[in-house]
């Protein structure tokens, strides 16, 4: 075994005593916490890497030639020590670096850890080309530079110099504060956090409003509750979060951290914050008053911060929230609302008003509302007991709508969608996206692709298309009119008709008392128990038609290269008109005999007891079996 084969055993197992050791301690001590000691010492785990790869690299020395007549004996008697060619420098480098950087900023040695690798990444091209000047005197015959050091140098000049260009752009903010949901001790960080000591302050304040002036609140990097209040007055609670190493240090920057409040457009001073709500409250025409915080004023010194709103406001006014990478909550407003916010819920309950809701990544929930409601999301959206029409766009991710007094239009993308419980038309787009429907009471139109539908217990019409799906519909009182392609489709108890327009696509049909019109390919098709007329066209798959009665407009079917089984009750009178080109007519049916005519084909023309409706059979390739049913009785005695 090599050196460098055992020192990666080494280094593995060290790490692995190291970790069982953590957590040993967070059992057996309660004062320790065994995921605070790993998010702030980490980093040595980089260092350990790093270091055993200078190791070996400033360890190597070339091994002695073995020549080809030697002994295998004497070949695994000589120590590897060395091998052909020495480890690269730049990995050793670039673990050790980064290590030794993250560990100095989780204990506050540094201000910010992006910025230095943004002004300081050249540091690594120079240690590289003192270990490339190192090694020209110390092997003048072995000095080359590898195909892969080539590679790994060009890739750290392009992310330095991307790391350099980030750092002096707004770009690298918005990358510093992406949240990251990691639920350690519940806290949420976001990577220019990397979990420092934070410390937390409060503050409150108020303005004076009209009812008749609508509300925006605008967060970033916090949470924004909002309720109702007292007429006239807006109140604010601020909670600052900092995240510093010292407290005195988080205590300054908490001082430079408020809340602005003022007509839309207007200064964010303090005196003019109170200027601009007397105005307003003296009724000057504006109608939006706009409460945020002076983030964007802090942003060129780079502090580390989250704020969480609470805002009471009168209860009949509107309200708009702009928020980024934090929650949303509002409960018991009677005004129209506008909310958005990323990476993280938004619940909006028990009020009445319009609501339009945006949302990226985080889950939004509706519940208990009376008015319309929007929702454009890529999150799971949960929507209960609306008294208004429901619009949801979505995409990636579930939509479960129920108990809705309106119109419910629904489209999603590659997840699932389920409703339940809607009095008014329901229209869905679901590409790639599975639907489950129950208990409507009016119409629902479907477009759906490449994932189940299941559809029941449904009041009027349903209008589907869809392709590459597999389809169930039970229960249905109205109508079914479904285009399909490459589907399956299995439908029972359908109160109206059933017209199927198919391309590969079969059908088992059961229980459908209106009439049942089919045309497709490629598939069987089955319908059993059909009330009214039926007819259908297939090709190159069979047909089966069971029924206990026939109505008025009889029975048509017209099939190629494929089978026909008719299944009628004994006894019963109809005329029969049953066509097979190269293939048979035969009848298991008492009374009915075939006739052979002239040709190759098949055909049996002929009435049972005093004739009736029309059965018209006609195939070609295949055969056509006429059974007698079995009836109820028969079926019960079996």
Known sequence: ???????????????????????????WNK?????????????????????????????????????????????RGIEASSQGRPPSLLGGLLWTS????????????????WSMAGHYWPILLILLGVGKVIDYYRQKDRVSLRVGEIIGILILILVGLAATRAT?????????????????????????????????????????????????VENAYGQVVVSPGGEGEIRIRLKKVVYEDEEERAK?????????????????????????????????????????????????????????????IPKNIGLQIRNLYGEVHVANL????????????????????????????????????????????????????????????????????????????????????????????VVIEAHGASVQVNNLRSTLKVSSSHRNVDISNVDSNVDLQSKYSTITLKDIKGSVDIDANSDRINADVIDGHLKLKGRGSGIVANNVRGSVEIHTTLKDVSVNDFSGS??????????SLSTPTLSKDGVAVINHNG??????????????????????????????????DSGENETLKTKSGSGGPKILLNTDNNNIHIRARESADDRSKN
């Open 1 to 27: 075994m090599s050196i460098r084969s055992r020192s990666s055993a080494l280094t593995a197992g060290l790490i692995l005593i190291g970790l069982g050791l953590v957590f040993f301690l967070d059992i």
């Open 31 to 75: 004062e320790f916490s065994a995921w605070e000691f790993i998010a702030k010492y980490w980093p040595v785990i980089l260092i350990i890497i790093g270091i055993k790869k200078l190791f070996l690299y400033f360890a190597w020395r070339e091994g002695p030639v073995i020549s080809a007549g030697a002994s295998q004996e004497k070949a």
């Open 98 to 113: 980064l290590g030794i950087l993250f560990l100095l900023h989780n204990f506050g040695k540094i201000p910010d850890l």
């Open 168 to 216: 002096s752009t707004h770009f690298a903010q918005s990358i510093k504060d992406i949240p990251w949901n990691i639920n350690l001790g519940g806290t949420s960080v976001r990577p220019g956090q990397w979990f420092g000591n934070s410390y937390a302050y409060s503050e409150e304040t108020s303005y004076p409003i009209p009812p008749s002036t609508s509300v925006r």
């Open 252 to 312: 300054e920057i908490a001082d430079q951290i408020r809340v602005e409040g003022g007509l839309e457009g207007s200064a964010s001073s303090p005196d003019e914050d109170k200027q601009s709500a007397e105005k307003l409250a003296a009724g000057t025409s504006a109608n939006i008053f706009v409460i945020k915080t002076n983030r964007d004023s802090l942003s060129s010194e780079d502090h580390r911060f989250n704020t969480d709103m609470e805002v009471s």
């Open 334 to 425: 009677a005004g129209q609302m506008n909310v958005s916010t990323t990476h993280n819920p938004i619940e909006i309950r028990d009020c009445i008003g319009d609501v339009t809701a945006s949302n990226r990544y985080g889950e939004t929930r509706l519940i208990n509302l009376t008015g319309n409601v929007s929702v454009d999301a890529r999150g799971d959206v949960h929507i209960e007991t609306i008294k208004g029409n429901v619009d949801v766009r979505d995409r990636y991710s579930p939509v479960v709508i129920s108990g809705v007094d309106g119109k419910v239009t629904v489209s999603n993308t590659d997840q699932s969608i389920n409703i339940s419980d809607v009095t008014q038309p």
């Open 534 to 543: 039926c007819s259908v066209t297939n090709e190159h798959a069979d047909v």
């Open 563 to 596: 089978g026909i089984n008719l299944f009628l009750p004994q006894g019963m009178a109809f005329q029969i008109d049953a066509t097979a080109k190269n293939g048979r007519v035969i009848s298991e049916y008492a009374g009915l005999q075939s006739l052979q």
